[in-house]
Nanobody, 125 residues
Framework: QVQLVESGGGLVQAGGSLRLSCAASGRTFSSSVMGWFRQALGKAREFVAAINLSGSSTEYGESVKGRFTISRDNAKNTVDLLMDSLKPEDTAVYYC??????????????????WGQGTQVTVSS
């Protein structure tokens, strides 16, 4: 079991930065691929970023490449998402997710068995 709690969302102007953090509890964090997804109002859930077990490999959605950075600290059971150069189209609820089964990075939401409650990010123009 993995319990996930996101924090760090809020309102920011376009061009600004935010850091989201996800705190995980449970014994399987270090053996879980971790991901961030987002869902804007009226839209489908979208893959944002994922990181492998050791943190040595990452993957990003096309719309955030070069602007967002995912990282993890297995000693602290946390995974962060640093978001730079934010755009109004980044406005969404951001979710932290854990895949404790496959061991490989996946962009498919249904492969992640554990989800946080989400944190709102709003980017004003």
């Amino acid at each position: 079991q993995v319990q996930l709690v996101e924090s760090g969302g809020g309102l920011v102007q376009a061009g600004g930065s935010l850091r989201l953090s996800c705190a995980a509890s449970g014994r399987t964090f270090s053996s879980s691929v971790m991901g961030w997804f987002r869902q804007a109002l009226g839209k489908a859930r979208e893959f944002v970023a994922a990181i492998n077990l050791s943190g040595s490999s990452t993957e990003y959605g096309e719309s955030v490449k070069g602007r967002f950075t995912i990282s993890r600290d297995n000693a602290k059971n946390t995974v962060d998402l640093l978001m730079d150069s934010l755009k109004p189209e980044d406005t969404a609820v951001y979710y932290c997710a854990a895949d404790a089964e496959t061991g490989v990075i996946t962009t498919t939401p249904r492969r992640y068995g554990y989800w946080g409650q989400g944190t709102q990010v709003t980017v004003s123009s």
